[in-house]
């Protein structure tokens, strides 16, 4: 019997309590879900890949098939080499649906052996993305709502650097 194993793709920058949900949501269905740090060239993040990745790692060490793993590949691609047959996408609203339904669409032309699976968000977390976080942390508000609390120190000490203190 094979192992079904999905990729839950992202940045991941930082990695929110609304990713977090969605992994642990996604693990129940498969025997493998790799989290997949994907580097885009166009975006300059906040954190490395690396960093990144080890953020992930920490917050989901408790998940026993979770896989952690980043990838400049495109993601059709990389679901061959790892054998990965689904991609789990998180939506949070209707708004999220248009562009991760073409995506999907495109993926599965490239790779006809790739399927998307599409996970709504909770209620608590349908407003969250990175981006919102940063632009709290700009602010110094309280992040333990948004953030899992074992990687709020770093985004503090690097949202400290990247505003000049």
């Known amino acids: 019997m094979s192992q079904k194993t999905a990729i839950y793709p992202g940045s991941f920058d930082p990695v929110t309590k609304g990713h977090l949900n969605i992994i642990e949501r996604a693990a129940k269905s498969f025997d493998r879900l790799v989290v997949c740090v994907m580097r885009n060239g166009s975006k300059t993040p906040m954190f490395t890949a690396q960093e990144r990745v080890s953020m992930l ?29 689904v991609v789990i996408k998180g939506l949070r609203a209707v708004s999220d649906f248009d562009h991760e339904f073409q995506m999907a669409l495109m993926n599965h032309k490239l790779n006809p052996n790739l399927d998307t699976m599409f996970l709504m968000a909770e209620h608590q977390f349908m407003y969250l993305s990175s981006s919102a976080v940063k632009e709290l942390g700009r602010y110094g508000a309280d992040l333990r709502d948004f953030l899992p609390e074992i990687i709020i120190p770093a985004f503090e000490k690097r949202m400290k650097e990247q505003l000049g203190g």
Not at 63 to 71: C, K, L, Q, R
Not at 75 to 83: H, M, P, Q, S, V
């Open 57 to 85: 790692r920490e917050v989901t060490a408790h998940i026993p098939n979770v896989v952690v793993d980043d990838s400049d590949r495109m993601l059709a691609e990389y679901a061959k080499t790892i054998g990965g047959s």
